[in-house]
């Protein structure tokens, strides 16, 4: 199926690893030209000269740390236009009310919440003036189906599942898309650490982080790559009726009792 998006310049955060960096190869996959932002230069590069070496398309790279007072605008000023916006970077932390005091749990909203937000109104505007363009938020489905020990998390996505909602239902008026995906348990190196830190809390022993994982549908955590497939398709012209929605990406996990 060709998805009509050769050529189309894709910027992603938080691409140097784990779904962002699914997203920005399976971009890469369809002929998009790739913008790839994070905070870790070398494997930004890493990243950039593989994608570049086995799919002939330009790939560029931008280092900064979207949590930083500013930061979104400079991204914004220093890449340019895009046709296409995917927001991922994030890194809430995990734990209980009482185990994220004040200082982490801002620290995760600013570049989450604030970093999505702020990127946003950046380029949104842009694009309205345009007449097109997309914006793919990836959130996670804590939002969607909240936990006590992630509630930072749970808050975090909640906010931007709504923020989503709202934005996504303006933006067809002028001719733009935003949704968002919610994926669930996905093999990064963020859940691993998550699961760490569940087991230290539950077992203590951060080594047990597996027997935390319990009740996965197929009985295996989703791959990237099945994430990435999704927004790359949503960002598609071939999704073009695809605004204000999110997604819930559990394999129906929130309906099963589990």
């Known amino acids: 199926m060709n998805l009509h998006l050769s050529g189309k310049r894709v910027l992603v955060t938080g691409a140097t690893k784990g779904i962002g960096l699914a997203c920005a190869q399976s971009f ?26 086995e799919n002939r398309v330009q790939t560029e790279v931008v280092v900064g740390d979207l ?39 801002r620290a995760g909203w600013e570049l989450k919440v604030y970093g999505f937000i702020n990127l946003a109104r950046c380029y949104y505007p842009r694009m309205r003036d345009a007449g097109s363009g997309v914006i793919a938020n990836i959130i996670g489905m804590a939002g969607a189906s909240p936990r006590p020990d992630y509630i930072c998390g749970a808050a975090a996505n909640a906010a931007l599942i709504a923020f989503t909602r709202a934005l996504g239902g303006q933006a067809p008026d002028h001719g733009v898309r935003v949704f968002g995906v919610n994926p669930s348990r996905t093999r990064t190196d963020r859940v691993v650490a998550l699961a760490r830190q569940k087991a230290q809390v539950r077992f203590n022993d951060p080594e047990r982080w597996e027997e935390t994982l319990t009740g996965l549908p197929f009985h295996r955590l989703m791959e990237p790559s099945e994430v990435a497939d999704l927004v790359v398709f949503g960002c598609s012209p071939r999704a073009g009726y695809l605004s204000g929605t999110v997604i819930d990406l559990d394999g129906g996990e929130q309906y099963a009792g589990r």
């Open 28 to 53: 890469a996959a369809e002929g998009a030209r790739i913008v790839l932002a994070g905070r870790d230069a070398a494997s930004l590069q890493q990243a950039a000269e593989k994608m570049a070496d």
């Open 67 to 105: 949590a930083e007072p500013g930061a979104a605008q400079r991204l914004a000023a220093q890449v340019g236009a895009v046709d296409i916006l995917v927001n991922n970077a994030g890194a809430v932390p995990g734990g209980g009310l009482e185990q994220v005091d004040e200082a982490r749990w």
